[in-house]
């Protein structure tokens, strides 16, 4: 990158086709394309083991080295995260957390994460680097009296380490582990809901929160230097479970059964309100290096933004306070907004695909396995029924508990009624852009049948072929 592009603006100025950057040439970013720099490894056994022992014994996941954190405190704490946030902080005290979620002034998602209140005047938020860079903006602009300790994840973290390390333990067994790992019992204070407890001596903060399967799950964090007393105490206590460390590969495969649509595009690009806060983004942070991928292609990357309601966020949009983004979203109709649902592939278009790579000619777009999207959180595939479009879908995989290939998508209300079919339409066009992930390739067709997230067949069944995804 030239050395005179130094904000994101000048970086917008120099690429006046946006998606076509993002689309073509941007680096990307560094997590699963460069998974080598964290760590962890990809497999500790087999990812299909691991992504089965979320529904069948228990897997842990080590979370500490992929996600940034933010510590927000001091006597304006409060107040900048409440006029940041959608959400409501009526009930927001120590012992609930909150999937946080911050909006451009014209309503579109910035980013979500999880906000941890540890007292009035101090918080910890995990997750979504576009996100804790407009907090730090808007701290910095407001005049608000806080302090803000920005710790990056470790692939950008020049310090060789984390502030405080972080797990996720997951399955049927978890609670018996954990619990065998505290020595006492321990608390159940619901969903989101956290708690203190100690494993090998270390007092760790927990939040009840699962990231694959159904079953009681704790997100266990804790100082960093203790990080592997606790990992090992809780292998202990697994051995008789039969606890399988989770990889890298497994844990990014597990949003397609948790039905967590994650990254969204962060929608800082286009508003003439925003150029200041572009201007203070540097040109080679997050939001200069995702990419974008599938047969999606927007003429403007506003194609690409999201509203709280597209993402399944209605719930938590809260007008109880005064927050940027607020009069806009009070103009949008939930109603009309698309719907977050799963898409059940057709597993004999799936095979056909597969089944191109041993033909003559251009094959079909490789489905990788266990995640088949090919770019850093920006694939969009489109959507089709009737062959008009219909939707966007992302996070595409297979699951070994569900023996299929699913997706999540974001499609129109008329079309988003479990059992409905549509089309996805994989791969992109013009046989493939430049990314080096992509090879030349063509578009086909896969069938697929609109189902519930979070998704699991043995709870929706609405028989016959289609509810297979067959």
């Keep these: 990158m030239p050395a005179h592009v130094q904000s994101l603006q000048d970086l917008l100025d120099r690429n006046p086709d946006l998606v076509g950057y993002f689309y073509h ?20 056994s087999n990812w299909r083991d691991e992504q089965i022992a979320w529904r069948e014994s228990a897997v842990l996941f080590n979370q500490t080295h992929h996600m940034p954190e933010l510590f927000v405190t001091g006597p304006d704490a409060r107040a900048l995260l409440n006029r940041v946030g959608v959400n409501s902080f009526a009930n927001l005290a120590p012992g609930r957390a909150k999937q ?10 910035i980013g979500d994460c999880i906000l941890y209140p540890h007292g009035d005047d101090s918080y910890e938020l995990v997750s979504s680097m576009p996100l804790l860079n407009w907090i730090e903006y808007q701290a910095g602009i407001g005049g608000w009296k806080v302090d803000l300790v920005r710790d990056n994840n470790t692939a950008e973290n020049t310090s060789g380490r984390r502030t405080r390390f972080r797990y996720q333990l997951d399955g049927p067994h978890a609670a018996a ?10 608390p159940d204070p619901g969903l989101f809901r956290t708690f203190t407890t100690s494993v090998a001596g270390v007092e760790l903060l927990v939040l009840r929160h699962g990231m694959a399967g159904r079953h009681k799950a704790y997100e266990i964090s804790g100082p960093y230097a203790a990080e592997k007393i606790v990992h090992e105490a809780l292998l202990r206590a697994g051995e008789e479970f039969g606890l399988v460390q989770g990889g890298m590969t497994a844990y990014y495969s597990a949003t397609q059964e948790s039905g967590w649509i994650a990254g969204p595009v962060p929608a800082i690009y286009t508003s003439a309100a925003l150029r200041e806060y572009r201007e203070w983004l540097p040109a080679d ?7 974008l991928a599938g047969s999606f292609r927007g003429d403007s990357i506003a194609d690409y933004y999201t509203t709280p309601f597209d993402l399944g966020y209605g719930k938590i949009v809260t007008f109880d306070h005064d927050f940027i983004g607020r009069e806009a979203l009070e103009r949008m109709d939930p109603g009309a907004a698309r719907r977050k649902v799963t898409l059940v592939w057709n597993r004999d ?9 041993l033909e003559e000619g251009t094959p079909a777009k490789f489905i990788d396995f266990p995640l088949a ?28 508990n569900e023996r299929r290939m699913l997706s999540l998508a974001m499609v129109d209300p008329a079309h988003a009624e479990p059992g409905t079919e549509v089309v996805v339409l994989w791969g992109e066009p013009g ?13 086909v067709e896969v ?12 709870a929706w069944s609405t028989g016959g072929t289609n509810a297979l995804g067959r």
Excluded: M
């Excluded at 954990?178 to 006492?184: L, R």
């Excluded at 959507?383 to 939707?391: K, M, Q, R, S």
């Design 25 to 44: 040439d941007s680096p990307g970013l560094n997590t699963r394309a460069q998974a080598g720099r964290f760590p962890i490894p990809a497999e500790f």
């Design 447 to 458: 069938r697929a049948t609109v189902a519930p997230v979070p998704f699991a067949y043995s």
């Design 285 to 291: 942070g997050w939001e200069g290096r995702w990419q």
């Design 177 to 186: 582990i954990f619990e065998k790992a505290a020595g006492a019992p321990i």
């Design 373 to 400: 999207d090919y770019a850093t959180l920006g694939q969009r595939d489109q959507v089709l029924a009737d062959g008009e479009p219909a939707g966007l879908s992302t996070f595409c995989g297979y699951s070994a």
């Design 431 to 443: 046989g493939g852009s430049r990314k080096p992930r992509v090879e030349r390739h063509r578009q």
């Design 349 to 357: 278009d799936v095979l056909a695909v597969l089944g191109s790579l």
């Design 100 to 109: 946080f979620v911050g909006c451009t002034p014209e309503g579109y998602v």
